[in-house]
């Protein structure tokens, strides 16, 4: 059953001409942002050829590419999410669900794979624009694994905060207007984690940049992972409690 629910929402997605207008518009400024890189690559490769363990294009081309995809998916993520739990709340056909036999977690796992769905597809259509670098050059492609590991990690994160915030009302711009806030609060807390006040390695663990940043660099750690995984588990398991929570009420 979670596969079904899955197959409906991605499916409910495309129906949607908003998704299709994000879907195009994300992919012709990545694109763009993509050209510009390889525009500043070629500028520098007189210099770079002279320099000893000069960075290739992973390091110029490829981490700066999937960091600015990072804070597009920011910013698009709570379009998507806005509606998966409370556009079914404005109109009534959450009981339609509660009525089913479906457990919370199933609904709740199943929206949230169809969600991750589609932005698993954007993810795998940026992917082509690094790997059309093999027709021309040397790819790292151990840095190209890890840094699209860690914005599929990113985006999961950004989803299953989105899919809470929308459990959590019935408007769908006020789910999207919260699920950014939350989102750009976890990016940017690691600024207060930089100075030199009490808890400032908590904070600086909290920073999903932070946790970000070594796997752009092709460094892999367990620790990044776990964190993301976490996120996860995290606010999923918060939207099911929300839901049991709506369920009971009379």
Same mark, same amino acid.
């Given at each position: 059953m979670i596969l079904t629910i899955a197959a409906r929402e991605l499916r409910s997605l495309f129906l949607s001409p908003l998704a299709w207008s994000i879907l195009a518009v994300t992919l012709f400024i990545l694109a763009y942002l993509f050209l510009s890189q390889i525009e500043a690559y070629i500028n520098l490769q007189p210099r770079l050829a002279a320099l000893e363990g000069a960075p290739g294009v992973a390091d110029i081309v490829v981490a700066p590419l999937f /960091?600015?995809? /990072?804070?597009?998916?920011l910013l698009i993520t709570p379009l998507v999410t806005m509606r998966v739990l409370s556009e079914e709340r404005r109109s009534g056909t959450i009981s339609l669900l509660f009525s089913a036999p479906l457990s919370?977690?199933?609904?709740v796992i199943g929206k949230? =794979? *169809?969600?991750l769905?589609?932005?698993l597809i954007l993810l795998a259509l940026l992917a082509l624009m690094p =790997?059309? =670098? =093999?027709? *021309?050059?040397?790819l790292d492609m151990s840095k190209l694994a890890a840094g699209m590991l860690g914005l599929v990690l990113v985006?999961? /994160?950004f989803t299953a905060i989105g899919v809470y915030m929308s459990a959590l009302t019935e408007q769908p711009t006020v789910a999207a207007v919260t699920t950014f806030g939350l989102l750009l609060l976890l990016w940017i807390i690691d600024w207060a984690g930089n100075s030199q006040m009490d808890g400032s390695n908590a904070l600086a663990y909290l920073s999903m940049l932070r946790h970000y940043e070594p796997l752009l660099?092709?460094?892999?750690?367990?620790?990044?992972?776990?964190?993301y995984l976490l996120i996860i588990v995290l606010f999923l398991g918060f939207s099911i409690r929300r839901l049991d929570a709506t369920r009971l009420q009379p």
């Open positions: /960091a600015d995809a /990072a804070i597009v998916l919370m977690t199933e609904i949230y =794979l *169809g969600v769905s589609f932005f =790997l059309s =670098l =093999l027709a *021309g050059s040397e985006v999961a /994160a660099k092709g460094l892999f750690s367990s620790a990044d992972v776990a964190y």
